[in-house]
């Protein structure tokens, strides 16, 4: 389950819609709305204890705080959460990621062009996912140029076997390209299967790329790989809490395999 505590000082307050949601509220009640929404925003998700609650949310009944949280937040597995301020906590931290990243992706590809032949460099230019790179640009190592040519040539090294088509060796002026590959055409029969099987998986923004793929099939077999997109299509909260199929998948593997 995903951590909702986004470290952030701040969120959105929408006074009209805050007003209109709580106009019918007894003081009490909306006193410990508040209360509970800046607990989900300072901690993440709200524990079903009502004796840590009621400590929290302090001169209230136990009933005032049941009427609430069934009111206002969703119980889900691990605890309550109110979903409007987790999509607004969700979205500032997307937000202020695509800010940072965007500059270190910058910098990625111009390091890229100095360390890469030309070849090299058109060619990852063309097959490495833009979502995939912001997906990885915090791991990378942009000030080691040992590491990162080593990165680099892996990342080559990757789309010539999933590619066999593709010369990233030698100065020839342009990628020749036939037709699709043997791995270019597994790509395809998973993403039939994941219509037909897993249709939910792609209410979730950010979807499995090719690239991401031929990476994902070289750790993971393809039982291992179907269970885990399986348990996320099943996860109703999905499409709310996460952006990202392949990053998401990389957390969840990790818990489950290791």
């Known amino acids: 389950m995903r951590d909702f505590s986004m470290k952030d000082p701040a969120f959105l307050f929408y006074s009209k819609d805050f007003y209109e949601g709580t106009r019918m509220m007894l003081p009490e009640e909306r006193a410990c709305y508040v209360d509970l929404l800046i607990y989900q925003h300072q901690n993440g998700i709200i ?22 949280l069934k009111s206002k937040f969703t119980n889900t597995e691990d605890g309550w959460i109110n979903d409007r301020l987790n999509t607004e906590m969700i979205a500032r931290q997307n937000y202020k990621s695509s800010l940072s990243s965007s ?22 230019k063309k097959y490495l996912d833009r979502d995939e790179l912001e997906n990885e640009i915090d791991e990378i190592d942009l000030l080691d140029e040992g590491s990162l040519i080593g990165s680099l040539k892996h990342r080559l090294s990757i789309i010539a076997n999933a590619n066999e088509d593709i010369d990233i060796d030698k100065e020839k002026g342009g990628v020749g390209e036939k037709e699709k590959t043997e791995k270019e055409k597994e790509y395809d029969r998973f993403n039939e299967w994941v219509d037909k099987t897993i249709p939910e998986l792609r209410k979730i923004k950010k979807q499995i790329t090719f690239s991401e793929y031929c990476i994902l099939t070289q750790k993971y077999n393809g039982e291992q790989i179907r269970k885990i997109l399986t348990d996320m299509a099943n996860y ?23």
């Open 47 to 68: 524990p079903d204890d009502d004796k840590r609650l009621l400590l929290y949310c302090s001169g209230i009944s136990k009933s005032v705080l049941h009427d609430v």
């Open 103 to 124: 500059g270190k992706i910058g910098q990625f590809w111009k390091k890229a062009k100095k360390l890469l032949s030309r070849t090299e460099y058109n060619t990852l």
């Open 236 to 258: 109703k909260k999905a499409p709310t809490q996460y952006t990202s199929v392949n990053l998401t998948f990389l957390k969840w593997a990790k818990k489950e395999y290791g």
